[in-house]
């Protein structure tokens, strides 16, 4: 392990982090109305209102306010919600959502892998037949594919249609059960993860086509290494570092996918949270929102580059 | 890429957050009546009905929307409540008299017990009712109740408000779910320790049910209320609120009989669901219509001809053929035809006539632009015709999708001139009436209760209430919707439909529309 490359990826993340924090945290104020309308709705009266302001420390700068924010956070204070549950820390609420959501994205995640991975690869070793062909229109139509849309087909098509029960009965938490609870999030995180099995199964597809054509598999049929042995143990690891950076991306982007299928199947995950707030204009707990989702970016970025490393030890930085 | 739906998803789960008081309240009481599974369905018997609401909304002590009055209905009673069918019931009081026409006796019911079986009794009516009208509580109702001057205690049964001001409406305003909810002094809800978003299994009400678990974001459940006076309720173990914003999903669930009772359908839903077997459904016009708003005191409508001339091309029809795909009836007047205020000798109103309305734009000076302020779909829908037929008469109207609270503090703060297209008026803002309820008066009058800050709009209203002969009543009805120099309320389009559906399976459940000629009686005793 190169740790001068550890540690230049791990100083990189902190300006990430302040960047995005701060677009963040300055867009909520370009949003219409503003947090105090939405509490006092039609009944504040001006004095109300500045009430307000002051109280939640909305009348001073936004570079000051975003200083303040970012202190507390650092101290482990994200403030409390304006709207949603109102006064509730947000930090109460994300200890209760977030883990659904990271469960929900993970599940997904495992089915993409297991399934897009074979895909590909088998699409690769039988290039133009039908076994490809097949695999490709699959893939084509998994991308193209709604999520939202995806939800609801499975949904009718599982619940209504096959009378699977377990299926409509929405999101059972794990104090329910471990099997009611992983029940129901067997069609949200199928539905999520179409997609991304269609994704990672194109990737798959052409970087191991791009493997095989490279001259150390002819080296080594030459060699006379057998073809099995080339290709898991050669072509499939050379082949494997653009998939794995379609993975790592695929999680960052399952978590936005998540905002949609939670709102079909009823998932109290952050994504339902987010789009509530983002309705009652529940800024403190947007941005609380945000930030852990810039987190996860961030950090599962940061993974897939070391493990980079890991995956192929010839990686380093350019200037080393 | 995938994704790219995300607007559309957002949009599409705030398609159906309608504040519909009286609904929501008299849903809830539907509720309450609905029974159980069959016996042979399953050992526990739990009805399932989802919540159509905003997670972030959702608040049982509150009743900022339908969903949280109907969430709220199952766990607290009001001095008098509703029954399915829109008539008062007996609640904590099972009695009300009059000495006056400011005092309003409430004679307590006997053995009225909370949850926990701690009596209710006078002294917990005047700390709930108190609770209310503090301000620091900031209770969403609290100013449905600055009318009640004065709270006597008379003895442990007996309790006295006494209003400013004679208000015929108060009674039933107290038994809707604008309504203190009447709790022990000493739980929760009452003793504002905490503010009115504290909805958890403490709060304790007298209600059928108590609330056992709140999922936030997920679901309600519900156990019944071992102490509940009303022998006839609840006949199911457990009643569980799925909070199910999205309607495509609502629909699978309800097909897949996941969910035992379908509240307010999409519109586009609705034959499917007509189709289905075991299915019981009733379509009626509820008690709510589309109406047009003017801002008449700033350009472009301080000039009555230009208001005129949008009434004229306003077409009814095609908005109730079209956004209602025909569940929704044409609006001339203030009162349903329902209602004991409807007249039908009020024939002239304005005629969708686009000829008529080009020679009002041509009077006033010619071609004019304005904003259109609108709630999402379906009123967006019904804007989006004006607009084209405006555009006919070479006015260009630019449609504005707000929400409710937003769209109603820019008003306020006069900065958006233009016209607004709404379902229900609400409070504080400069528009010409205030408060504008509907509600079923104790001798089963229906009727509109209004406060209006408007002096002239007030008086028109209480002329129209109160004539005494038709003539008067005709020639104040037709004020009403005049669009003239003198007078600039609002005028009616369209009455919406309300449809519900249920399965078989659900006993004795009584769909409620007020004041509609499909109201029936059910089997339910009460």
Known sequence: MNYRYVLERVLWTIPVLIVATFFTFFLMFLAPGGPVAAVFGVAGSPEEIERLRAQYGLDRPIPVQYVDWMTDILQGDMGTTLVIRTGTPVSEILATSLPITIELAFLAMLISVSI????????????????????????????????????????????????????????????????????????????????????????????????????????????????????????????????????????????????????????????????????????????????????????????????YQVIDPRITYEDE | ????????????????????????????????????????????????????????????????????????????????????????????????????????????????????????????????????????????????????????????????????????????????PAGANITSADTRGVSGIDNQYSSSPDDIGTGPFQLEEWDTGNKLTYIPNPNYWHEDYPRVDRLEMPII????????????????????????????????????????????????????????????????????????????DNVYAGRAEVSHQYAHESTPWHTGDLTEYFEYDLDKAKDFVDESGGSFEFDIFTRPTPWSQSAEILQEDLEEIGVTANVREFSHTAMLNQTREEERPGLTLQNLPDREHNWPYQIHRFAVFPEGEVSWFTRYENEDVREVMFNYLEAGDRDAQIEAASQLYEVTAERCPFYWSVWEGIDQFWWERVENYQPSYVGQPLLRETGVSD
């Not at chain 2, 004679?107 to 009225?112: F, K, N, S, Y």
């Not at chain 2, 600055?146 to 006295?160: C, K, N, Y």
């Not at chain 2, 999409?266 to 299915?279: A, S």
Request: aromatic share 8%.
């Open chain 1, 116 to 307: 897009g991975l074979p895909l590909g690869l088998i699409s690769a070793l039988y290039q133009d037949t039908w076994k490809d062909h097949a695999s490709r229109i699959g893939a084509v139509t998994g991308v193209s594919m709604p999520t939202f849309w995806l939800g609801l087909l499975s949904l009718m098509l599982v619940g209504v249609f096959l009378e699977q029960q377990w299926a409509l009965r929405g999101y059972v938490s794990l104090s329910e059960g471990l099997q009611p609870h992983l029940l129901s999030l067997m069609l949200p995180a199928i539905s999520l993860s179409v997609p991304y099995i269609a994704l990672i199964a194109r990737m798959t597809r052409s970087s191991m086509i791009d493997s095989m054509k490279s001259e150390f598999v002819v080296n080594g049929r030459a060699m006379g290494i057998t073809e099995r042995e080339l290709i898991f143990r050669d072509v499939f690891r050379n082949g494997f570092i653009p998939v794995f950076t379609v993975i790592g991306m695929s999680f960052g982007l399952l978590l936005r996918g998540t905002v949609l299928i939670e709102i079909v199947f009823g998932i109290p995950g952050i994504g339902f949270m987010i789009t509530e707030a983002a309705f009652s204009r529940d800024f403190p707990l947007i941005q609380g929102i945000m930030l852990v989702i810039v987190l996860i970016f961030v950090t599962t970025n940061l993974a897939t580059d070391l493990l």
């Open chain 2, 1 to 176: 890429m995938p994704g790219d739906d995300i607007a559309n998803g957002l949009a599409n789960s705030g398609t159906n957050r309608r504040t519909l008081l009286k609904f929501g309240g008299l849903t809830a009481a539907s509720i309450l009546s609905a029974g159980c599974l069959g016996d042979d369905d399953v050992d526990e018997r739990i009805l399932r009905v989802p919540l159509v609401t905003s997670a972030a909304n959702l608040e049982p002590n509150g009743y900022l929307d339908q969903g949280s009055i109907i969430a709220g209905d199952m766990i607290y009673e009001r001095l008098e409540m509703y029954t399915p069918v829109g008539e008062l019931r007996p609640g904590i009081a099972h009695d009300v008299e009059r000495p006056d026409e400011l005092t309003y006796r409430y004679l307590l019911q006997d053995e009225i017990q909370d949850a926990r079986g701690e009596a209710i009794k006078a002294e917990d009516v005047k700390a709930s009712i108190e609770w209310v009208q503090d301000q620091d509580n900031n209770s969403p109702k609290q100013g449905f109740h600055s009318e009640i001057e004065e709270i006597d205690v008379i003895d442990e049964h007996t309790i006295e408000l006494v209003l400013e001001s004679a208000w015929a409406p108060f009674r039933n305003l107290m038994a809707s």
């Open chain 2, 245 to 320: 914003s999205e309607t495509g999903a609502r629909m699978a669930r309800f097909s897949g009989q996941d969910i035992d009772i379908m509240l307010q359908p999409e519109t586009r839903d609705i034959p499917q669901l007509e189709e289905m077997d075991g299915v019981e459904g009733e379509s009626a016009i509820g008690g709510v219509a589309q109406f047009v708003a003017f801002m008449c005191d700033k350009p472009p409508f301080d000039d009555w001809r230009r208001r005129r001339a949008v009434a004229h091309a306003t077409d009814r029809q095609r908005i109730v």
